[in-house]
Antibody, heavy 126, light 113 residues
Framework: QVQLQESGPGLVKPSETLSLTCSVSGGSVSSGSYHWSWIRQPPGKGLEWIGYIYNSATTNYNPSLKSRVTISVDTSKNQLSLKMMSVIAADTAVYYC??????????????????WGKGTTVTVSS | QSVLTQPPSVSAAPGQKVTISCSGSSSNIGKNHVSWYRQFPGTAPKLLIY???KRPSGIPDRFSGSRSGTSATLGITGLQTGDEADYYCGAWHSSLTAGGRYVFGTGTKVTVL
């Protein structure tokens, strides 16, 4: 079955760029059947969707983060990546990658995350 | 700031039933399917319900979901101590001016008394 594993530096300085990688095993990030998302969760708070990529190139971002975020895939390594510029303390969170399913049933759109990585903690601090 | 509102907490005795509401709008729950996730402390969320009322393989039928109008509900029957966790609803929030976005509920902590 598909497994996802996030990795990256646990500590990032304010104003710098956060870079995370999600390694995918048991499936392909280039599969057109799925979207691949990043989600984060600040300490003690709820979940926030950051954005997704599908078909290796089409992206959609949370408007609140769109100006600072880039999601891409490296098909040769079967990896998903997240870059977030100009980080601040409020970007401190556990970051998850996930596999999404999205589509239509009659006139309603469905979208959900059916496989999640274990998450990686990122702290923004000098 | 989440656009899907859940009660902060619900509780019941073992064996009883709890329901968790998820209130949205015509841009999300009112037109798109709802999913539910369970999260134990220190672990990643796990999909419980998708497309309003479908259960992934391995999720017992004690868990059920429904959607009506701009609200959705998760039900847990035969409550067990192992059900203590945080529960989140989620749905696509459609937008006429942008590509839309996925939104999560505010989260509900289930406590077994």
């Amino acid at each position: 079955q598909v497994q996802l594993q996030e990795s990256g530096p646990g500590l990032v300085k304010p104003s710098e760029t956060l870079s995370l990688t999600c390694s995918v095993s048991g499936g392909s990030v280039s599969s057109g059947s799925y979207h691949w998302s990043w989600i984060r969760q600040p300490p003690g708070k709820g979940l926030e969707w950051i954005g997704y990529i599908y078909n290796s190139a089409t992206t959609n971002y949370n408007p609140s983060l769109k100006s600072r975020v880039t999601i891409s895939v490296d098909t040769s390594k079967n990896q998903l990546s997240l870059k977030m510029m100009s980080v601040i303390a409020a970007d401190t969170a556990v970051y998850y990658c996930a596999r999404d399913r999205g589509g239509w049933t009659r006139d309603s759109y469905y979208h959900y995350m059916d496989v999640w990585g274990k998450g990686t903690t990122v702290t923004v601090s000098s | 700031q989440s656009v899907l509102t859940q009660p902060p907490s619900v509780s019941a005795a073992p064996g009883q039933k709890v329901t968790i509401s998820c209130s949205g709008s015509s841009s999300n729950i009112g037109k798109n399917h709802v999913s539910w996730y369970r999260q134990f402390p220190g672990t990643a969320p796990k999909l419980l319900i998708y497309e309003d009322n479908k259960r992934p393989s391995g999720i017992p039928d004690r868990f059920s979901g429904s959607r009506s109008g701009t609200s959705a509900t998760l039900g847990i029957t035969g409550l067990q101590t192992g059900d203590e966790a945080d529960y989140y609803c989620g749905a696509w929030h459609s937008s006429l001016t942008a590509g839309g976005r996925y939104v999560f509920g505010t989260g509900t902590k289930v406590t077994v008394l």
